[in-house]
């Protein structure tokens, strides 16, 4: 017999949910924006045209001739999709030659291929840390380490964002006779700093503890060759696992991670989010393994991307904007209130800029910022426009 209680409807949180709704009422709803045009430095948004700085296309890829034509081979003779998980009919034999190449390229034993990046942490970290262990992760960590943490039947302790004092009071708070992995984004993707990873790599060896590192941002961007923040700091023989996405610098999408083989090969038959997960289609592949070649023989892109950012810290700093502590291409503009920012970013786009507005909980309460991100394939002109329109919108909410 039911109680006489009332019963809780499952549907009520959504029914008052109105946040989205309140925002949306005002005009300052900045999200689901629909494109229609090929992403580039510029598209096509609801209709108008605008300077892309808002995206991850570090290199400016996506629409590279050589890419667009290994995709339309890809679909002629694969089809558009595998039908299945890697695991039982979903393999292709170019999975394999990816997989080969993305080791070879990032000086691993192995390499392994997931349908997109946020698996590729979900089903390595969910997979590892069984209920004996500890994961530690900054409290930075994109949603997916964090997910993925949370999917763990072990401990998981969390770190202050590159804060290696806590680090090391998270370490010793871990039981010795665990085993313990250390998970970090290379560079943060609101932030956009770097890692403390010499001390990290110093504070795991002294811990016993194992370290994973996620390169999203990273591959492509950073280190002499792109192979991402352990190389950016020569630290490659100290780092276990790195992970990449293919939705950045490689234009497509999936991710993967590299390892010893041993690793690789025990995540291959336990991962569910890999064996039960329908495989990348041919395009995607045949994109990442196009844009792998270009990354490599074409290091001027990568220099150009440093310019670039550069040449925005400096421009953006010398009008008095607070760009917080990014190292990288990722520049955000900090604004602090939820609201405020909403309205700075209507006013970047009707000046025909394409920003993103992330406030809490993507960052702590209050600072609350516009991402831009820059592409190698930007120009001089387009990023004069964009530090003009910068300039008159500062002004105007007075916050130069």
């Not at 959504?14 to 090929?38: D, H, I, K, W």
């Not at 991100?373 to 990023?383: K, M, R």
Request: charged share 25%.
């Amino acid at each position: 017999m039911l109680s006489t209680e009332k019963i809780m409807d499952l549907f009520e949180k959504c029914r008052n949910f109105n946040a989205a709704r309140e925002v949306e009422a005002m005009g300052l709803y900045p999200y689901f924006r629909q494109t229609s045009s090929m992403p580039d430095t510029e598209v096509i948004a609801e209709g108008k045209e605008v300077i892309m700085i808002g995206s991850n296309n570090y290199l400016g890829l996506t629409s590279h001739p050589r890419v667009l034509e290994a995709i339309h081979d890809a679909v002629n003779k694969y089809g558009s999709g595998c039908t299945g998980s890697r695991f039982l009919n979903g393999t292709l034999d170019i999975h394999v030659k990816l997989e080969e190449e993305l080791a070879d390229f990032m000086r691993r034993e192995a390499a392994l291929v997931f349908s997109t990046g946020f698996q590729s942490n979900l089903g390595t970290i969910a997979t590892l840390i069984s209920k004996d262990d500890t994961v530690i992760g900054d409290r930075a960590n994109h949603a997916s380490i964090v997910d993925g943490c949370r999917l763990t039947f072990g401990e998981f302790k969390k770190y202050k964002h590159n804060d290696m004092a806590d680090l090391e009071r998270a370490l010793q708070k871990s039981n010795n006779t665990k085993g313990k992995l250390i998970v970090t984004d290379g560079v943060f993707s609101m932030e956009g700093d770097i890692a403390d990873l010499p001390k990290i790599t110093n504070l795991a060896a002294s811990y016993g503890a194992r370290l994973m590192v996620d390169d999203a941002h990273s591959i492509g961007v950073l280190g002499k060759n792109g192979r991402g923040t352990a190389e950016h700091f020569g630290l490659e023989d100290k780092t276990d696992i790195v992970m990449g996405t293919f939705s950045k610098s490689f234009a497509s999408i999936g991710g993967f991670i590299a390892a010893d083989e041993n690793i690789i090969h025990y995540i291959k038959h336990h991962s569910r989010a890999l064996i039960f997960s329908a495989a990348p289609p041919p395009a995607a592949v045949a994109a990442v393994r196009t844009t792998l070649k270009i990354l490599i023989s074409e290091p001027e892109r990568r220099t150009r991307l440093w310019e670039i950012a550069s040449r925005m810290h400096t421009e953006f700093k010398d009008m008095g904007f607070d760009i917080g502590p990014t190292q990288t291409p990722i520049v955000p503009i900090i604004i602090g209130d939820d609201m405020k920012t909403f309205a700075f970013w209507k006013d970047l786009t009707e000046a025909g800029l394409f920003t993103n507005p992330i406030i809490s909980p993507a960052v702590p309460p209050g600072q609350a910022l516009i991402r831009t991100s820059y592409t190698a394939t930007h120009t001089d002109d387009q990023l004069d426009r964009v530090l003009e329109v910068f300039y008159k919108v500062g002004k105007k909410f007075g916050i130069i």
